[in-house]
């Protein structure tokens, strides 16, 4: 079934939308952009036009000229009658990005491929013939591999048996599973915010409603509103990245990790840590959160240690937690390719290395994106990160939605912060992942600089005002 966005959260939504004139075509940019980030998700149905002028104070005249522009470029259709609805994004923005020749790619935090993986596909291939013998997929994963995923959570310090490991296609799958089998319709899941949009969406698709605890990459989790929220709330399901946390860098210090455990085992919640990122240490170190919490549900997976495009991931947790999976899992997915697994099987001896590599490769790109912004952008505040994949940077101004459309137009392709918020917000914030090569970096902030005094100017200074005193 459609669902539909009420004219108040298409509202709070859109942030500070007005970024340049005429109004009605900074109205559409910005729906736009709701849209290509997946905010507004193909198949929903906006307000009618009436009722967004009135709760964004603008006549219905501009509204139906938004709309109208939004239909020229198949962004959304509307039938007499029966309102708007947006469309599937393939049929939007036919090529423009390929179209630009130097074009740059910041929507994803996708570290390229480590270099050995190639060979590594070469020596598994070789054994091909007794792999294709077989099924070559299966919903629980190899016992193999099981093991030496348990194997590596033991060297952690967290002893784990290959029956408490069920290897998944990819750490979403796995938190896509967890979401349609712990969850029924209205139960809270406690998220942070902002967070890992895919994870969010999950979560909501599966009915949950989301409580936002807020987190930041200087002052980590906010601990009275944590307590608070599993007390008033009593999640089902806490979903949290305490080490190197997507896409604000911050690890929990063992005090905040105390603190959210006691409150959820008050509240009955069940922990589910995603630890994708939290291999990713630049600095060093790398930090154990939860450790000798046995009941704890964790998720780990090679897509940014080894490559996105190896699906294989994999959930720890208690073994009826995890035959229930299992059970659930063909509805969706009939398992992970037995290929990947056998690859996955080689290269997890080799993860010292491999994480090594890529500490390097991530040292890189944060060291080239820190000193370009400093020197470019002074007024924006860049934060310290030992780890993780990106810089949640702070602008003079919360107009990040503008500033990604602008930098659209320059070839310049990001989230704007609102993407990684829970409950609208973060319009002040910016994610800007140093996973690209650092000479691309470098002129992704080029862009970046050069266009953010033109968002600055176009936005009216009452609209500016009245955001800022709400953040
Ligand atoms: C925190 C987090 N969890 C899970 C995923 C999904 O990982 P996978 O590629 O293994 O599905 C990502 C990918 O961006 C992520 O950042």
């Known amino acids: 079934m459609d669902s539909r966005i009420s004219a108040r959260a298409l509202a709070a939504a859109l942030g500070g939308w007005r970024s340049s004139e005429p109004v009605y075509e900074a109205l559409a940019d910005a729906i736009r952009l709701l849209c290509l980030d997946n905010r507004l998700p193909a198949h929903t149905a906006l307000p009618a036009e009436r009722e967004l002028a009135a709760a964004l104070d603008l006549s219905r005249t501009t509204v139906a000229a938004a709309y109208r522009s939004l239909r020229d470029t198949s962004h959304i259709r509307s039938v007499r ?18 179209a630009m020749a130097d074009a740059i790619d910041l929507q994803q935090a996708s570290p390229p491929a480590w270099p050995g993986l190639a060979g590594v596909f070469g020596e598994v291939a ?13 919903v629980v994963g190899q016992r193999a591999l099981r093991e030496a995923v348990a194997e590596r959570y033991r060297e952690r310090g967290i002893p784990t048996d290959a029956d408490e490991v069920l290897i998944t296609s990819g750490a979403q799958s796995a938190i ?6 712990m969850l029924g319709r209205a139960d809270r899941v406690l998220i942070e915010t902002p967070t890992y949009p895919h994870a969010a969406d999950a979560f909501r698709q599966a009915g949950g409603r989301l409580v936002a605890v807020p987190v930041t990459t200087e002052e980590g989790w906010d601990l009275d509103r944590a307590e608070q929220a599993f007390a008033r709330t009593l999640p089902v399901l806490a979903y949290l990245m305490p080490v190197f946390q997507n896409p604000t860098g911050r690890t929990m210090t063992p005090h905040e990790a105390d603190v959210v455990a006691r409150a959820a085992e008050r509240a009955g919640t069940v922990l589910v840590i995603d630890e994708t990122t939290g291999e990713l240490a630049i600095d060093g170190g ?15 997976s090679l897509g940014k240690t080894v490559w996105g495009g190896l699906r294989v991931g994999w959930v720890r947790g208690p073994r009826e937690v995890l035959q229930r999976l299992a059970a659930a899992r063909p509805v969706h997915d009939l398992g992970t390719a037995e290929f990947e697994q056998a690859v996955a099987l080689a290269l997890l001896p080799r993860m010292t290395e491999i994480i090594a590599q890529r500490a390097g490769h991530l040292r890189t790109g944060r060291d080239a994106l820190v000193t370009a912004l400093a020197r470019t952008l002074p007024s924006w505040t860049v934060p310290t990160v030992e780890g993780g994949l990106s810089l949640w940077v702070e602008l003079d101004a919360p107009l990040s939605s503008p500033l990604v459309i602008a930098a659209r137009a320059r070839g310049l392709y990001l989230s704007a912060g609102a993407r990684f918020a829970v409950e609208g917000g973060h319009d002040r914030h910016l994610r800007l992942p140093f996973t690209a090569p650092a000479d691309e970096l470098v002129r992704a902030v080029d862009v970046l600089a050069d266009v953010w005094p033109g968002v600055l100017a176009a936005a009216p200074l009452s609209r500016l005002e009245r955001l800022d005193a709400l953040v």
């Open 126 to 138: 070789t054994r091909a013939a007794s792999l294709v013998a077989r099924s070559g997929y299966d």
């Open 286 to 300: 790398g930090a154990e959160a939860f450790a000798d919490h046995d009941d704890v549900i964790r998720l780990g």
């Open 176 to 181: 896509h599973l967890i979401a349609s089998v």
């Open 81 to 98: 009658g029966s309102g708007s609805v947006t469309l599937p994004l393939a049929r939007r923005d036919p090529g423009t990005r390929r």
